[in-house]
């Protein structure tokens, strides 16, 4: 009844309600730990024998892995198992990485909450905030990602020294904002922080529609992030130990086919 007869007291109960149950995700173990005891594996164990090397011509290559520049754009080749492509990915594009849309991605909730002026100045609050995107949200994401992303984003964050943790929160900030915006705590989060989902534009024309007759398919880049995502363009080749060759079309850091990408059967 509360609720109903003031929002604003609603809202608070919910954050204290939040606060009491939620408040284990303060104590949760994060995965810097195990990034820095997998580093020091990588160092010592079969990897060991993987130098980076730099030819005149301007590549480099690293392990099986290879990376050219053409025209501004980073052209990266990788080959092996999921860890092992990260690895490579992360060991030879790790600068980039670091200044690109990785990082910016994987703390852009954070900073909307902590800087937001329609969140009230109540002590304590954010962190709640915070806590209730990462446990009930993010966590949530986590359980359900794939074996060879969590794989990828291991070994990338092992070459790039950035924390796995920060690719798998870059990752699942697309799918984080569309589950925070429906309940009705992430919809008053979503909304105090002026923040919408997003997603991108794309369009296909075929047939009549078309000069040639042609299936035509575009997708715009709609993403937070501009001078990011397109400072460190990359387009990867990809010879996984298990699955079908593709080629994907990200930025830095990106060690995921699902942003723009086709494999050798012709799908995209």
């Not at 730099?54 to 590549?59: A, L, P, Q, T, V």
């Not at 060991?91 to 200044?99: A, N, S």
């Not at 994401?141 to 870059?170: N, Q, V």
Request: hydrophobic share 40%; with cysteine; glycine share 10%.
């Amino acid at each position: 009844m509360l609720f109903l007869l003031n929002k604003s007291l609603g809202r608070v109960t919910c954050g204290i309600s939040i606060l009491i149950f939620g408040c284990a995700a303060f104590s949760s173990p994060r995965t810097d730990q195990r990034v820095r005891e997998d580093a020091k594996t990588v160092d010592q164990g079969k990897y060991a024998e993987w130098s980076l090397r730099f030819f005149s011509d301007g590549h480099k290559e690293f392990g099986p892995s290879k990376l050219w520049k053409r025209g501004g754009i980073y052209v990266l080749h990788l080959k092996g198992s999921p860890y092992e492509r990260g690895l490579q990915h992360g060991t030879l594009l790790k600068e980039e990485i670091r200044q690109g849309a990785i990082p910016y991605l994987a703390k852009k909730l954070d900073r909307e909450i902590e800087s937001s002026p329609g969140i009230p100045n109540i002590p304590g609050l954010r962190k709640i905030l915070l806590a209730y995107a990462d446990w009930f949200v993010f966590r949530r994401i986590y359980r359900r990602m794939p074996k060879e992303y969590l794989e990828g984003a291991r070994g990338i964050a092992d070459g790039s020294g950035l924390t796995e943790e920060e690719f798998k929160r870059a990752i699942a900030m697309p799918d984080a904002m569309v589950v925070l915006a429906k309940p009705l705590f992430g919809r008053y989060l979503m909304e105090a922080i002026s923040v919408k989902t997003f997603a991108c534009s794309s369009f296909a024309a075929f047939g009549r529609a078309t000069a040639s007759g042609r299936l035509i398919h575009a997708r715009n880049m709609d993403f937070p992030g501009v001078g990011l995502w397109d400072r460190f363009r990359t387009v990867i080749y990809v010879e996984p130990d298990d699955g079908l060759r593709h080629v994907a079309i990200p930025s830095a850091g990106v060690h995921t086919a699902g942003v723009t990408s086709m494999n050798e059967a012709g799908v995209i």
